[in-house]
């Protein structure tokens, strides 16, 4: 069984820079998974960030940024905002029709 | 706009059976890919199932197939997922979503929470 890793928590200035990671349990992460991230506040929807490891949502402030470091997926939040408190989950696509999310990042801006 | 309204949650022991429903509008219906995801409150994001387009290929996480049935109604624009067989474990907020070419969702409904206990 395949686990995507995302860091439980995170904490970031305001102004800061912060890279959350999206990693394999086994094997690295490249943009053969189509990697997408998504942002959820408490008590509401998932709202899509990132498709397709660096394409930011219609909507999407640029300070959002997806790439791939190393061997995961990362999203860059540079400038962080108070309204960037949340948590962030990657998707990766497994092959044959299969989606798996990760665990979720805790954001805290402080 | 597009719009995603889920309903059909609720109550339901285990052993018991639900049909979530999601009603699709502001987009044509029909050309697109729909999916479930499920989140335990508290937890992460679990995606759950997918039809394509025209209803002809189905696909299920592995903890819910033999159980979860996932459909498609193009006429009426709504997407629906019926449970049998529930399990505690199932207990959740279900989401609809929309899948886009390069394999991510794009849309979200509001969810509908599925509560499963005796």
């Known amino acids: 069984q395949t686990v995507v890793t995302q860091e439980p928590s995170f904490s970031v200035s305001p102004g800061g820079t912060v890279t959350l990671t999206c990693g394999l349990s086994?094997?690295?992460?490249?943009?053969?998974?189509?990697p997408s991230w998504y942002q959820q506040t408490p008590g509401q929807a998932p709202r899509t960030l990132i498709s397709?490891?660096?394409t930011r949502s219609s909507g999407v402030p640029d300070r959002f940024s997806g790439s791939i470091l190393g061997n995961k997926a990362a999203l860059t939040i540079t400038g962080a905002q108070a309204d960037d408190e949340s948590d962030y989950y990657c998707?990766?696509?497994?092959?044959?029709?299969?989606?798996?999310f990760g665990g979720g990042t805790k954001l805290t801006v402080v | 706009e597009v719009q995603l309204v889920e309903s059909g949650g609720g109550l339901v022991q285990p052993g018991g059976s639900l049909r979530l429903s999601c009603a699709a509008s502001?987009?044509?219906?029909?050309?697109?890919?729909m999916h479930w995801v499920r989140q335990v409150p508290g937890k992460g994001l679990v995606w759950v199932s997918c039809?394509?387009?025209?209803?002809?290929?189905?696909c299920y996480v592995d903890s819910v197939k033999g159980r979860f049935t996932i459909s498609r109604d193009n006429a009426k624009n709504t997407l629906y997922l019926q449970m049998n067989s529930l399990r505690a474990e199932d207990t959740a907020v279900y989401y609809c979503?929309?899948?886009?070419?390069?394999?991510?969702?794009?849309?979200w409904g509001q969810g509908t929470l599925v509560t499963v206990s005796s």
């Open positions: 979503t929309r899948g886009r070419t390069g394999n991510y969702f794009d849309y």
């Open positions: 502001g987009f044509t219906f029909s050309n697109y890919w």
């Open positions: 039809i394509k387009s025209d209803g002809s290929s189905t």
């Open positions: 086994s094997g690295s992460v490249s943009s053969s998974y189509y």
């Open positions: 397709s490891t660096n």
């Open positions: 998707a990766l696509y497994m092959g044959s029709v299969s989606w798996v």
